[in-house]
């Protein structure tokens, strides 16, 4: 090969060999290198964000109250009685705290007969004696369902002829509670006498959150949390 001929092959040589020579780089840049490094820092951060969960997203907030709690506090029924002293008196009754726990009581609450014999005077006068147990055992002890053998209390006898009365000696919640003296005292009571007249209230326990909350022995946080927003805690009296 002639001197001239070289001198006219070298510069595409030169020319070829570096495209070779860049394309086995490329290729083995592809075949090592980890895709993840050659993202960008908001690449990797988006990844691992979306694989964690963090306890500060999920946790509650402290002090929150319940959900029901706070439905019952924000009900229109709580608001309109939250500064009743009766219904305030009645809530701190230890007595009362006490019934609350128990369905034949909570149930007995809202229902009708009761709330009417409730504005009873003759009724009444039965728990101030103490009496309430001596009509349902007078009852149950009858071979019919009438009211005719109650006629050894003059009070009993006064409500001989009351439908109201006449169901709720057939009615096993009231029966259980008769002969409990905190029930009695309760009925005898003025605040339950004055509640028991008032829609709010056999409204309030009528509700599923109410009657929950007094099972529960949550009912007495109600008035101490009413009792804070309203300038300061009630304290129970036992």
């Not at 009070?155 to 709720?168: D, K, P, V």
């Amino acid at each position: 090969m002639s001197t001239t001929t070289v001198r006219r092959l070298r510069f595409p040589m030169l020319i070829g060999g570096g495209i070779i020579a860049a394309g086995v780089l490329v290729y083995f840049a592809n075949g090592h290198i980890n895709s993840q490094k050659t993202q960008g820092a908001i690449g990797q951060r988006d990844v691992y964000r979306d694989g964690e969960v963090k306890a500060a997203d999920v946790a509650a907030t402290p002090g929150a109250a319940p959900v029901a709690m706070k439905a019952i506090l924000e009900s229109k029924e709580f608001q309109s009685l939250a500064k009743n002293p009766a219904f305030s008196s009645l809530m701190n009754n230890g007595a009362f705290l006490n019934l609350a726990t128990n369905t034949n009581f909570v149930n007995l609450l809202s229902n009708s007969q009761f709330a009417s014999l409730m504005r009873n005077s003759a009724f009444i006068s039965l728990a101030q004696n103490n009496a309430l147990s001596l009509a349902a055992a007078t009852s149950q002890n009858s071979s019919q369902n009438s009211t005719a053998s109650l006629t050894q209390n003059s009070q009993i006898q006064a409500l001989a002829n009351n439908s109201a009365f006449t169901s709720l000696l057939h009615n096993s919640n009231f029966t259980s509670l008769a002969s409990n003296s905190a029930f009695n005292n309760l009925v005898a009571s003025n605040a339950l006498q004055s509640l028991m007249t008032n829609s709010a209230f056999t409204n309030l326990a009528s509700q599923s959150s109410f009657q929950n909350a007094m099972l529960s022995g949550s009912v007495a946080n109600l008035v101490l949390q009413a009792g804070e927003g309203s300038g300061g805690p009630a304290t129970p009296h036992h």
